[in-house]
């Protein structure tokens, strides 16, 4: 009984102190109008993130809340918040003023998938092509999973691939149309060495990724591969990527093997 009693003592004692912060008139009303909550954004893509910037309407209050409607809130009566998901999110802003509260309706604003902000990247907005980075070291690794993707081979030396393979072309463009040239040869794994060339084409579809990584795309014609003739699926998983760099996982977190390459747009 004694907890609850002071438990209800407490409740009073705030209620008084935030009513006693605001002037009251005779009749013991709050001071002032209450304006309308209301805030416009603006929109735009950074890397993989899509940063939003908030300006409230109002500008006497003296409390700006911002509910970012992904679970995280900030204040002020202008502010930038980056979101890093992607799909409708509901934000809305509480402004106070002396008179009281004001509560903004929610607009929605629609954040664009991650995997697609990534195929503009890997396409570079219409076609690009890439070639394996044998400028850096460990240019190909291969592990049983990805949680250790360079247990059975840790790589080889900058410029140590072969010629057949260093020279090798892959072009993805925005109509999903990936593109092999392997130039005069390709390098069959697994001891076959430099053979005759399996250029080609192939149909690929795009999206989030199963396992770790930015986005996922899957070839469709048998037998087409990128980099690793003896790639255990037709999955790739894009794990990073810039305008000149990326780094390629072929093989689902279940093939039982993963290839990890480093490609960089061709020069």
Same mark, same amino acid.
């Given at each position: ?18 009513? $006693? ?6 009749? %013991? /009303? +709050? ?7 209301? !805030? =416009? #954004?603006? &929109? ?106 360079? $247990? ?6 900058? %410029? /140590? +691939? ?7 072309? !892959? =072009? #993805?463009? &925005? ?93």
């Amino acid at each position: 009984m004694k907890t609850h009693f002071h438990k209800a003592a407490l409740l009073l004692l705030s209620g008084s102190l935030l009513l $006693g912060a605001c002037k009251k008139d005779d009749t %013991g /009303s +709050l001071d002032g109008a209450v304006p309308a909550s209301d !805030f =416009t #954004f603006t &929109t735009r893509t950074v890397g993989f993130t899509t940063e939003v910037t908030f300006t409230a309407t109002n500008t006497d209050a003296f409390l700006y809340q911002w509910e970012f409607g992904d679970g995280t809130v900030g204040s002020g009566p202008q502010i930038t918040h980056t979101y890093s998901a992607s799909g409708p999110v509901k934000p809305r802003l509480v402004t106070a003023y002396r008179g009281g509260t004001s509560v903004s309706a929610q607009k929605e604003i629609v954040l664009p998938p991650v995997f697609e902000l990534v195929k503009t990247v890997l396409t570079g907005g219409s076609s690009r092509t890439w070639v394996l980075d044998d400028t850096q070291n460990a240019p190909i690794i291969v592990g049983p999973n990805d949680a250790d993707p360079g $247990g059975y081979f840790s790589g080889s030396p900058a %410029g /140590s +691939l072969p010629a057949c393979q260093a020279d090798d072309e !892959f =072009t #993805f463009s &925005t109509a999903n149309v990936y593109t092999y040239d392997a130039k005069a040869q390709t390098f069959v794994a697994g001891g076959g060495g430099c053979q005759a060339p399996r250029s080609g084409t192939s149909a690929f579809t795009f999206g989030a990724p199963t396992g770790p990584g930015l986005a996922q795309f899957v070839l469709a014609r048998t037998g087409a591969f990128i980099g690793i003739t003896d790639a255990p699926d037709l999955v790739y998983r894009v794990l990073s990527i810039d305008n000149q760099r990326m780094v390629l996982r072929a093989g689902r977190p279940t093939a039982g093997v993963v290839f990890t390459m480093k490609l960089r747009v061709k020069p």
